[in-house]
Nanobody, 121 residues
Framework: QVQLLESGGGLVQAGGSLRLSCVFS????????MGWFRQAPGKGRYFVAG????????HYTNSVEGRFNVSRDNARSTAYLQMTSLKPEDTAVYYC??????????????WGQGTQVTVSS
């Protein structure tokens, strides 16, 4: 079965950068769209960024547009989220998601376990 393993979270000062990675296994990576969601304490889980199966199409929530970049390396079965100009309000657990249809539509079919990102002011 499909498994997603995130890494790269940590503690960073405001204005800093982090790169999250999501390693995909148990299926054909090139068939899946990939994306990132986040959940702050006491809040729901919300979409952050997504990328289609080929990497040709990306989507971002407004609050991260221009600061975050989602990408994928199909040869390595890995998706990335490069985060720059981080703000304290970016603090959350970040989850990787995979869509079996190859495009970012509604909720993912598979989830990772999450990685904590904490941005200090």
């Amino acid at each position: 079965q499909v498994q997603l393993l995130e890494s790269g979270g940590g503690l960073v000062q405001a204005g800093g950068s982090l790169r999250l990675s999501c390693v995909f296994s148990g299926g054909r990576f090139g068939d899946y769209a990939m994306g990132w969601f986040r959940q702050a304490p006491g809040k729901g889980r919300y979409f952050v960024a997504g990328i289609n199966w080929s990497g040709a199409t990306t989507h971002y929530t407004n609050s991260v547009e221009g600061r975050f970049n989602v990408s994928r390396d199909n040869a390595r079965s890995t998706a990335y989220l490069q985060m720059t100009s981080l703000k304290p309000e970016d603090t959350a657990v970040y989850y990787c998601g995979a869509w079996s249809g190859g495009t970012v539509v509604a909720g993912p079919d598979h989830w990772g376990q999450g990685t904590q990102v904490t941005v200090s002011s």
